[in-house]
């Protein structure tokens, strides 16, 4: 009987795994990407451009349709990124070129207004367009992620927060599409985003002293 439930249990995990390959491998291969971005490393461009690429057809597939698009966007804004991470920085961006900052006055006005923007805009094509079952959030964490990642190439520091703040949204919108392990993937985005905002903390804080 054991032997039989082990069985069993071992061919459903195959079955789950070659099922939900695609996803997994997006998983991972966005792990290494945030692992990059806590680190600074311009290798986090083209691993964010390989997770893009898997997303597309994840979330095509589960009718997230702003998020797919959100991932062809970003791999648009990572050659982006990584042509403005690169340009000055010789073979290490920590020592030359782009300097972690904090977002401005202006910055933050622009920033929320193109949230709102996006958003509104999001909404209207997934709600008259699609079949989208949950165009409002779809078309929130598309936005949210569209500036966020764009804040990254500029090295503000407040785009960890604003992760986070997607990362939790997205966790609830997973769950209920049954997007199981890219929940898991946003649990420990949440993590590393606490983590990477107080890494790149400590940095910004050494440098001015």
Wanted: hydrophobic fraction near 55%.
């Amino acid at each position: 009987m054991i032997t039989f439930v082990v069985s069993f249990s071992l061919g459903m995990s195959e079955s789950w795994l070659i099922a939900n390959w695609i996803e997994i491998t997006g998983a991972v291969i966005s792990l290494i990407y945030l692992y990059f971005s806590i680190k600074q490393r311009i290798w986090l461009w083209p691993f964010g451009i390989l997770s893009a690429l898997f997303y597309i057809l994840v979330y095509f597939q589960s009718k997230l349709y702003a998020d797919m698009g959100l991932q062809a966007y970003y791999v648009v804004i990572s050659l982006y990124g990584w042509w403005t991470w690169s340009k000055n920085s010789g073979s290490d961006n920590q020592k030359k070129g782009l300097k972690i900052s904090h977002v401005s006055s202006f910055q933050a006005f622009w920033i929320v207004l193109v949230c709102i923007i996006l958003t509104g805009f999001f909404y209207w094509i997934l709600a008259e367009m699609t079949d989208s079952d949950v165009p409002f959030w779809d078309a929130l964490t598309t936005a949210g992620g569209v500036v966020a990642t764009w804040m990254l190439t500029r090295k503000i520091i407040e785009h960890w927060v604003l992760w986070i703040i997607l990362d939790i949204i997205s966790m609830v919108l997973y769950i209920y599409k049954g997007l199981y392990p890219t929940t898991i993937l946003f649990v420990v985005y949440s993590a590393l985003a606490f983590l990477g905002y107080r890494t790149w903390k400590k940095l910004l804080d050494e440098s001015r002293a």
